[in-house]
């Protein structure tokens, strides 16, 4: 079955350092990987995704993505933090007509 | 604008009461989807319907049902055989392709008191 994993349930940055928020995925087959963003109370909003090629994925709000196959990582970054970026992130895994996420990552920008 | 719209925003009910969450879209997306949110276990699939007139359990079915009458809509159903029914519900939507992502509404919380 396909799974992510996101190893840490919290991230604290200070803002204008760079950010990483980590996920592992186990899949057979191709990967088709997805990182989304909560806001409190709140759906969840598309960021980014990786479906095949290039391996840094660019998405919104300057976020980008790096897909390692090798590590079976998607790890989301951002080069400088922002205070804004605060809330709630979530890997996810599509497999065929079924998504699996993560359990999420909280991550604190502080100023 | 087009997009998915979950009412109520929040909702209370007393354990034994049925109780129905609405989700509708105007994405013209054919597949729709439940998912359970908890704190610290992310999302968890309820439910999904690929077509009208069809749809199919997820990872915690039991104690929920849903109907597929219109692509338009895809109401969640509660019921008393729910447990732990308090949580945030969210409805989400995908379209054809076969890699595309999935769009969310804004969520449902449900009380029980």
């Known amino acids: 079955a396909q799974s992510v994993a996101q190893p840490e349930d919290q991230v604290n940055v200070a803002e204008g350092n760079p950010l990483t928020v980590k996920c592992t995925y186990s899949?057979?087959?191709?990967?088709?990987l997805f990182w989304y963003v909560q806001y409190p109370n709140r759906g969840l909003q598309f960021l980014l995704k990786?479906?095949?090629?290039?391996?840094l994925v660019k998405g919104s709000y300057g976020f980008e993505a790096e897909f390692n196959k090798s590590q079976t990582s998607f790890h989301l970054k951002k080069p400088s933090a922002l205070v804004s970026d605060s809330a709630l992130y979530f890997c996810?895994?599509?497999?065929?007509?079924?998504?699996?996420f993560g359990s999420g990552t909280k991550l604190n920008v502080k100023p | 604008d087009g997009g998915i719209t979950q009412s109520p925003k929040y909702l209370f009910r007393k354990e034994g009461q049925n109780v129905t969450l609405s989700c509708e879209q105007n994405?013209?997306?054919?597949?729709m989807y439940w998912y359970r949110q908890d704190p610290g276990q992310g999302l968890r699939l309820i439910y999904y319907?690929?077509?009208?007139?069809?749809?199919q359990k997820g990872d915690i079915a039991e104690g929920y049902s849903v109907s597929r009458e219109k692509k338009e809509s895809f109401p969640l159903t509660v019921t008393s055989a729910q447990k732990n029914p308090t949580a945030f519900y969210l409805c989400?939507?995908?379209?054809?392709?076969?890699?595309?992502?999935?769009?969310f509404g804004e969520g449902s919380r449900l009380t029980v008191l």
């Open positions: 990786y479906i095949t090629g290039d391996n």
């Open positions: 994405l013209n997306h054919d597949a």
């Open positions: 319907s690929q077509i009208v007139n069809d749809f």
């Open positions: 989400a939507s995908n379209g054809h392709s076969n890699t595309g992502e999935l769009f």
């Open positions: 996810a895994v599509r497999d065929f007509n079924k998504f699996y």
């Open positions: 899949v057979s087959g191709n990967p088709y």
